[in-house]
Nanobody, 121 residues
Framework: QVQLVESGGGLVQPGGSLRLSCAASGSIFSINFMAWYRQAPGKERELVAIISSGGSTNYADSVKGRFTVSRDNAKNTVNLQMNSLKSEDTAVYYC???????????????WGQGTQVTVSS
């Protein structure tokens, strides 16, 4: 019923930049929070950045000042601009959206399939 499709991952050198995008489609009445998580090999999935429908944002300490999350409510998209990338940013990045579906009158969390970001020289 709902799909989240991510794009924009890849290989980048330390100090470089990447922009991730995520588009939600399907049975969507409204989207509350949208967020980016990441999971590195052997580690638990962690929250990177989150943005409310009103535009309020919060970031993991490790990415503050380097990453910027933004969204377009009209297009149901969320982006993550990543600058000054470090090797420790290497991970699979996942989009998450808290979506209210009028058919069920429930808010359900959905995940994208993940996109690989590798920071290496």
């Amino acid at each position: 019923q709902v799909q989240l499709v991510e794009s924009g991952g890849g290989l980048v050198q330390p100090g470089g930049s990447l922009r991730l995008s995520c588009a939600a489609s399907g049975s969507i009445f409204s989207i509350n929070f949208m967020a980016w998580y990441r999971q590195a090999p052997g580690k638990e999935r962690e929250l990177v950045a989150i943005i409310s429908s009103g535009g309020s944002t919060n970031y993991a300490d490790s990415v503050k000042g380097r990453f910027t999350v933004s969204r377009d409510n009209a297009k149901n998209t969320v982006n993550l601009q990543m600058n000054s990338l470090k090797s420790e940013d290497t991970a699979v990045y996942y989009c998450n959206a808290q979506i209210y579906q009028i058919a069920t009158r429930k808010t359900v969390g959905y995940w994208g399939q993940g996109t690989q970001v590798t920071v290496s020289s």
